[in-house]
């Protein structure tokens, strides 16, 4: 009834995979996560530093700089001037970002055992947690 199949399949199965495919391994692609969202933080980072310039957000951002340069095998993140913010956005949502993404960061730092960039991930969350409080309390 049916045909038999004569052709090899085009879709290639674990055992016939070809060796010149390059694959990365999993400790790369952890790396190469947790560079992006290192690299994001750094964003939302530059942006409260424009608003609210302190020395706490100026050390995290080239804390945050170094780790992403190490990930990255030496290559210096991209930095927005902090002349160049557009607009004035809401201070409260810029923490609540930087919270966010400095979790996920964490996460990913966690299982992939990277004890440094764990550590400055869950820095920058207690830093923003402890921003959003008085704004949040004072909001209700």
Known sequence: MYEPIRT?????????????????SREEELDIQLAGHLAALL???DELRALEPSADLDTAAERL?????????????????????????DITDLHRRAHAVAG????VAAS???TAAAIL?????????????PRELAAH
């Not at 090899?8 to 990365?24: E, G, I, L």
């Not at 991209?78 to 956005?89: C, E, F, G, K």
């Not at 996920?104 to 996460?107: V, Y």
């Not at 991930?121 to 409080?133: G, K, P, T, V």
């Open 65 to 89: 700089a170094a780790q992403v340069a190490r990930l990255r095998g030496g290559g210096a993140p991209v930095r927005v001037p902090l002349t160049a913010i557009p607009s004035t956005p």
């Open 8 to 24: 090899k399949s085009v879709h290639s199965t674990m055992a016939d995979a070809p060796t010149d495919f390059p694959h990365r």
């Open 112 to 114: 992939r055992a990277d």
């Open 43 to 45: 964003a939302v980072t």
């Open 104 to 107: 996920r960061a964490l996460l």
């Open 121 to 133: 991930a869950a820095e920058r969350m207690d830093s923003h947690a402890a921003a959003l409080e």
